[in-house]
């Protein structure tokens, strides 16, 4: 069988390459899943969906209480009905539906780098090319200029990743309007992946909803209920485009997975508070690992503000590939800057989504390792 040109060009994902080298008791801070249970409520409303018989195919778009329950809790940022809400089976699978919803053989769709992985592939799987923008280093917005720089006549999309995943940035407001500013002169579609956006430990979550005549908003529960096994996503999207994904979704899976439909709706009541004990456990990581890393001599990071990544920068001779291989072999897994991209080189990601001990023993292999190769 020979494989098609669009799969052969795109590169298996750099995260996980890093778990095939790992040993089997690695400290491992490369994941990007949280490590606390979900919801009780969410596990008792799946099991009981599943024993009540709710294990049959479903709405294309998913069961009508949930995704107006989606819509109430997303409503103070816009004026939201169900009508909007998709539930996609994953926040990856909402970012392909996008993709192959709106891009024609040979369009660009500008990407943040660094930024999540799967952006670039979605966007060759689709026939287009992804092309990646400048994050500004240090606290990680977007780089206006080096957007603007960017666009071509083929330039369609336009990607957000707010809070980010590799960097944990939070986008600022100046950037923000910008962004809305150069969509609209340029007349870009913005497809804004907002899965991080309940981790926000500084300053606010400035969302893309109040803007559907111009984006696309991608959520999910992965991160906000920790269940990234069941996989539920979320599309936003005003009507137009909502019946494009919809249509695209049919044709994808017919509909999500009824049972874990059922446990998000049944913890939904209850998410403000289990969402609030969270995050006080992750900023408190964040504070914790961005110390031990601002101690180490040659590393670097200002304190991210949101997600629950660390990516600090490093001022060794060396690779991010060679270093995270290096820590990998003693016994730490991360993930090198440069699987997110060529403006993620000279960074590590460390995901602090694993408890305190694993990021204190984390933190000595680093700094004996940053050591030695600074010796
Ligand atoms: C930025 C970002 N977007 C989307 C996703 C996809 O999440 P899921 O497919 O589990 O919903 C992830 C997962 O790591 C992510 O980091």
């Keep these: 069988m020979r494989t098609s040109h669009r799969l052969d060009s795109i590169p298996m994902s750099g995260i996980r390459k890093m778990f095939d080298l790992a040993r089997p008791d690695s400290i491992n801070l490369g994941l990007g899943e949280p490590d606390i249970e979900p919801p009780a409520a969410a596990v008792e409303g799946m099991n009981e969906a599943a024993l009540a018989g709710l294990n049959r195919y479903g709405p294309t778009a998913g069961i009508p209480a949930l995704r107006e329950s989606v819509a109430k809790r997303f409503s103070g940022f816009g004026d939201l009905t169900a009508g909007n809400v998709m539930i996609t089976p994953s926040g990856s699978s909402a970012l392909l539906e996008v993709a192959m919803s709106f891009l024609d053989p040979g369009d660009e769709v500008l990407i943040p780098s660094p ?151 049944k913890a939904m009541p209850g998410l403000d508070g289990y969402l609030a004990n969270a995050r006080t456990v992750f900023k408190r990581r964040r504070d914790l690992i961005s110390d031990r890393i601002n101690e180490i001599p040659g590393m670097c990071i200002t304190p991210p503000k949101g997600a629950f990544y660390a990516f600090p920068s490093f001022d060794c001779d060396i690779s991010s590939a060679d270093l995270a291989m290096m820590l990998v072999r003693e016994g730490l897994i991360c993930t090198p800057g440069s699987a997110f991209g060529k403006y993620g080189e000279g960074h590590l990601r460390f995901s602090y989504a694993a408890d305190e001990s694993k990021i204190e023993a984390g933190m000595d292999i680093l700094a004996a390792t940053v050591k030695k190769i600074r010796r």
């Design 115 to 265: 930024g999540f992985v799967i952006y670039g592939p979605h966007a060759v799987l689709a026939g287009g090319k992804g092309v990646e923008y400048r994050l500004t280093e240090g606290d990680f917005q977007p780089d206006i200029e080096d957007i603007e720089a960017k666009i071509t006549p083929r330039t369609k999309m336009l990607m957000v990743n707010n809070p980010s995943n590799p960097t944990g940035g939070v986008l600022e407001e100046e950037p923000y309007k910008a962004l809305l500013d150069l969509a609209d002169d340029r007349d870009l579609m913005i497809v804004a992946d907002e899965v991080y956006n309940e981790f926000v430990y500084e300053g606010v979550h400035r969302s893309f909803i109040p803007r559907l005549d111009r984006a696309v908003v991608i959520n999910g529960f992965s991160k906000t209920m920790a269940v990234t096994g069941w996989r539920m996503g979320i599309a936003i999207a005003n009507e137009d485009a909502m019946e494009d994904l919809v249509k695209m979704q049919y044709h994808l899976c017919a509909s999500p997975a009824m049972p874990s439909q059922y446990g998000i709706l």
